[in-house]
């Protein structure tokens, strides 16, 4: 309805305008056609002019219609043209184009023109914002030395998405040149540390670019990992001027000492030293060498107290003469340079040696302690009088030496160990006095066993020695002396008299050795060689207790007991002798021959157990199979 009524309203403004100008027209024309009366033309001429004027009219209306027609044409191209465009930076930019609803062409031109505009302002504002983030992308990736964030394919314009996750490549990128830059100025602080503390120099470009540090420096990670190469150059290059500063003042505090330097001046050298620049180490080697001209001029006394030195460390080495004897410039008499340098060559060998080997000689140190130690506790275990005075002392011994029955042998095997590694990490033996240390640890436990042994068969040929006086002279009591062991069984001779005998030790009181089942051999050998001496030495007990019968002024027994049974030596009766009479009547000598020989077959019994066996030793098998004995 509301079209039509345009229409018809259109159509009566048209009439209306028609009707107007037509009369316009009409007077025009009225005025033309006086005009050519006046000009007094004919009327063929009026009518040729008046159908001139009309055909003017008409192409005037043609050309006007035809304008207006490519006119409208032109608007409609241009609205196809638009509603294309639009559809094709919609599609670009993921929208979708609105819906445009106009009859007319001109408005509907005009809206679709905007629309166009506006699609064309964001895709710009897109395009705008991608670059941007782009080139902040490139700056960061080619610090980091990183891959860029690539559109999908087919793609003109960036999404709302693509620029998103652009967006977050940035702050990825960002984050990471942070860290990494944190790192890299942690690291060239570091660097830069080093060669303020030892005066180092940048050598290369990239040390030099570093320490400047140019704006965009390359944060890549072959950059680091050429920082990190120059950290642990700079470090190596540290380490190397510490150990040559250290290996210097050695040098120089030798030096000092053999010089015999005041403590003052070493003190006041020593705290303008104490970094390790480039400086302090060639102001050392200053010292050094002034040093080293004083020395040349005192040859001989720094020959001399080389010596001293080298004596003192071949002493802690324990270092076997033979061995001594092969540096021969020890001994010469010759002053010279090339003395000097070999004294100083011997010295720093064996401060070398005594340094790698520094942890096996004082465990070796220690070891020695706990076997003197070990022997002290057998010295006190063989005194009697150690059970007087008790006070709780015995049970302290008793605790030291379950502690030394445990710590040496463990210590013993830890040397051992010790001296294998050290065998296999230098490739040479270690010696203790020209020796292996375990042939000298079995040696000193044989010899320890050895002594033990004759120790103990020189106190039984003394008691038997002893027993055997006590028989042959029976009218006389012994004097009483003290025992070296304590008594476990009482024997009687047969003259009555109480005698002691040293028990056998038992295998309970065996402390474990660290010696091993290899050398089981060398026991047996000892445990046989003890026994024919034992057999030899009862033989010659047995000669001298048969010799023994015999008075000393050459008499025999009869003479002697005779001589004891005269009236005139009744005042001077042995004690041994019993009486029954208050008067002293002496037993008659067959009664007491008879209890001689009663009492000789259990005392040759007991001297046969004494002298004839060997103690029943088990003592516990170590490393060398030689008994620990306490």
Known sequence: ?????????????????????????????????????????????????????????????????????????????????????????????????????????????????????????????????????????????????????????????????????????????????????????????????????????????????????????????????????????????????????????????????RLKVDDIKRVEFLSKHVDFRVSTIKSIQHEIERCEKIKKENLKMFINSLRQELLQLWSTCHVAETIQQEFKLYSISDMTDEVLEAHETEVEKWKNYHEDVKHILEKIKKRQELWELMIVFENKAADPNRFKNRKGNLLQEEKDRKKLQKDLPALENNIFQDIETYEAENGCPFLYYGEDYKVFVTKQWAERINQKENEKMERHRQHLLQLGNVTATPGKRPHPTTPKSAPSKLLKSSAGVSLFRTPAPQSSRMVPSTVGKSMSKVTKLFCRSQNVIQKKNHKLILRERNQSKASPNGTTYTDFASELNRTARSNLRSSVLSTRKPGGTRISMNKSRNKRKSAAKPLRRSMRNISGTTPNLTPARGKLGLPFLI
């Open 1 to 257: 309805m509301n079209s039509e009524n345009q229409i018809l309203n259109d159509v009566a403004i048209f009439e209306e305008i028609e009707n107007s100008e037509i009369l316009n027209v009409k007077g025009s024309l009225q005025k033309l056609y006086e005009v050519w009366r006046i000009f007094g033309i004919d009327s063929d001429q009026k009518s040729r002019r008046a159908k001139a004027v009309w055909i003017h009219i008409q192409n005037l209306l043609k050309d006007i219609l035809e304008e207006e027609t490519n006119f409208c044409n032109e608007t409609k191209e241009r609205i196809e043209n638009y509603m294309i465009k639009i559809q094709e930076i919609s599609a670009a930019l993921s929208l979708t184009p609105n819906d445009i609803i106009e009859d007319s062409l001109i408005k509907k031109e005009e809206v679709l023109r905007q629309e166009l505009d506006s699609l064309s302002k964001l895709k710009h504002k897109r395009i705008k914002a991608y670059r941007d983030l782009k080139s902040i992308e490139l700056q960061y990736c080619r610090i980091l030395n990183m891959q860029e964030h690539q559109l999908p394919p087919n793609t003109g314009i960036p999404s709302e998405n693509d620029i998103c996750e652009l967006q977050q490549h940035v702050d990825m990128l960002k984050e990471e040149k942070e860290r990494r830059h944190k790192k890299f100025c942690s690291a060239k602080k570091e660097l830069t540390t080093i060669w303020e503390t030892t005066e180092m120099m940048p050598e290369t470009s990239l040390e030099k670019e570093i320490l400047r540090e140019k704006e965009n420096f390359s944060l890549s990670n072959e950059t680091f990992k050429a920082l990190e190469e120059m950290i642990t150059k700079a470090q190596k290059k540290k380490a190397e001027l510490e150990a040559q500063k250290k290996l210097l003042m050695n040098k120089l505090t030798t030096l000092w000492q």
